[in-house]
């Protein structure tokens, strides 16, 4: 009995003194959460930035998109050879394009860090915003400017200036956020360490102004060097990181471990990024592009009411027939716009996380997304030239090529933390792995094999390619059954090659790792595709 009692006397102990530091626990979170309800209280101005931020996306959306028009809208002479403008004009708008628009999405992909940071915004956010995103409007004209007269150095001065400026507006937003906690995140909030977040957010922002300046330095003494000092901004990150970690290997030093609630100021590729935003910011851009199609149409393919009445006799319809090769261009190029959003929207409705990595692809794939507009533009312009047809088609292929499998890389981003950033169904093994992979590989592979088709055929036209673009669609309504046609053959020979010896004595060493069961399989049992490349 005295055992007993004694037992009991320190059960009951325990549990006091377990309520007792629940109590404590409790005690700070709801004084931290008053601390932080009297101060958003006593700030009633402060607000939600969900508004804001949809906002911002849909405008650098824009902002990034049209800087395509100067390329597209780049004439060529009726005797010349598009190979030749490619290489003499072409060539340098469109590099000049790509460095833009991908600077433009740094800057995008900076503005969603500081806003993971900073969850709650009052007027002056708002209005340092406003100053922002002014800015990066007025990017398109230092585009042109650069594309057009690309020996002069005004337009890489003023673009590296509006970039500097924005760069040094969004460390005043930092410096003013971390002077009013309550406008943090909470993770942050109730961090001790406020200074050293401060201090690492503020040095990372400030590099990219920095860059530019050198860039705008280099421009007057040697233009090309400054080209090349902005290609670097985009990389900049991987490029740090990449030298971290040599200079850790090379002293034999472990990497330096920072506070974990610096997640979104790093320069690790895994580093997350908003999946919301991300996806928010692509719709923009795959919705403009098909906007900037529609305009093309309704500006060069209304005929005019006087040449209606005198040449086809008041007859519309006799009028229209003439451009029936541009409304198939359209139909065609439209298709191929929304069937690439289809597949950029079934990947992310399986990606369950978003890093840097996956977002520095999702870039370069919108970066030629936003070029379809240029590939409608040739096709159309040289319809009924049998010379520079051919080229006009390759250049297209080359552009959708691209567009999907940065896409597929994206994926396979994806795949090496797949258990962080993929839902089951799409992981390796999963039961929709084999339809994803065969839906983000479709336009890559008919791209390629069209612009082979033109290097064979001399004779293929654009209307040719128009509707093979119109044909895709039947192919994704088709591709569900043929991957299953194909799975079941695959199985049915790898079944036929098990009951012989060698077959057997195989699918004894590998452990009998196949099939389309693996769904059924315990999840911790599955081979984890960084295995597999390994």
């Known amino acids: 009995m005295g055992e007993n009692d004694d037992s009991e006397i320190i059960e009951h102990h325990v549990d006091e003194a377990m309520e007792k530091k629940t109590s404590q626990r409790s005690h700070t979170h709801s004084f931290l959460e008053s601390v932080t309800s009297s101060e958003r209280d006593g700030h009633s101005s402060t607000q939600s930035s969900h508004r804001l931020l949809a906002y911002s996306d ?26 030749d403008s490619f290489q003499v004009l072409l060539a340098t708008k469109i590099a000049v394009y790509l460095m833009t628009f991908l600077i433009v999405t740094v800057a995008w992909a900076s503005h969603i860090r500081l806003f993971q940071v900073i969850e709650r915004i009052d007027d002056f956010l708002a209005l340092l915003n406003l100053a922002c995103m002014m800015l990066i409007t007025f990017l398109p004209y230092t585009f042109t400017l650069m594309a057009t007269f690309p020996e002069y150095n005004l337009g890489i001065l003023l673009f590296c200036g509006c970039v500097m400026v924005i760069g040094l507006i969004q460390a005043v937003i930092v410096i003013y956020g971390f002077s009013r906690p309550f406008l943090l995140n909470e993770q942050i909030q109730i961090s001790q360490d406020q200074n050293y977040f401060k201090h690492h957010i503020l040095k990372v922002i400030m590099r990219v102004p920095i860059m530019c300046l050198f860039a705008s330095i280099f421009s007057i003494i040697f233009l090309q060097l400054s080209y090349v000092l902005l290609a670097i901004v985009i990389f900049l990150p991987y490029i740090a990181q990449s030298l971290k970690w040599c200079k850790a290997k090379a002293l034999g030093q472990p990497l330096e471990d920072e506070p974990d609630a610096v997640l979104f100021y790093t320069y690790h590729p895994s580093e997350p990024l908003s999946k919301e935003r991300v996806e928010a910011f692509s719709d923009g851009v795959y919705a403009i592009v098909a906007t900037l199609l529609i305009l093309d149409i309704c500006e060069d393919n209304v005929p005019d009411p006087i040449t209606v009445q005198e040449k086809f006799g008041g007859s519309l319809v006799a009028a229209l027939r003439g451009y029936g090769p541009e409304f198939l261009a359209y139909f065609g190029s439209f298709a191929t716009v929304g069937l690439l959003w289809f597949v950029h929207h079934s990947l992310f409705l399986h990606v369950t996380r978003a890093s840097r990595l996956m977002g520095l692809f999702n870039s370069f794939s919108l970066a030629f997304v936003g070029g379809l507009p240029l590939a409608y533009e040739l096709t159309t312009e040289f319809r009924h030239d049998p010379r520079n047809a051919p080229e006009a088609v390759q250049a297209s292929c080359v552009i959708l090529f691209f567009a999907g499998i940065f896409q597929l890389a994206i994926w396979v981003a994806a795949l090496f933390d797949e258990r962080r950033t993929l839902h089951p169904l799409v992981r390796y093994g999963g039961r929709d792995h084999a339809f ?24 293929f036209s654009t209307s040719i390619f128009h509707l093979m673009q119109l044909g895709v669609p039947v192919a994704f309504l088709l591709l569900r059954l043929l991957v299953s046609v194909a799975l079941a053959l695959l199985r049915a020979l790898l079944t036929a090659l098990r009951k012989t010896p060698e077959g057997a004595a ?17 999840e911790e049992a599955r081979v984890p595709f960084t295995d597999v490349v390994s």
């Open 58 to 83: 849909a405008l650098i959306s824009i902002i990034a998109t049209v800087m395509i028009l100067p390329v597209a809208h780049t004439k060529v002479g009726e005797h010349e050879e598009l190979k």
């Open 436 to 459: 994803m992979l065969a839906k983000l590989a479709l336009y890559p592979c008919v791209a390629l094999g069209t612009y082979f088709l033109t290097c064979a055929l001399s004779e």
């Open 506 to 522: 195989a699918a004894a060493e590998g452990g009998g790792g196949g099939g389309g069961g693996l769904m059924e399989e315990d």
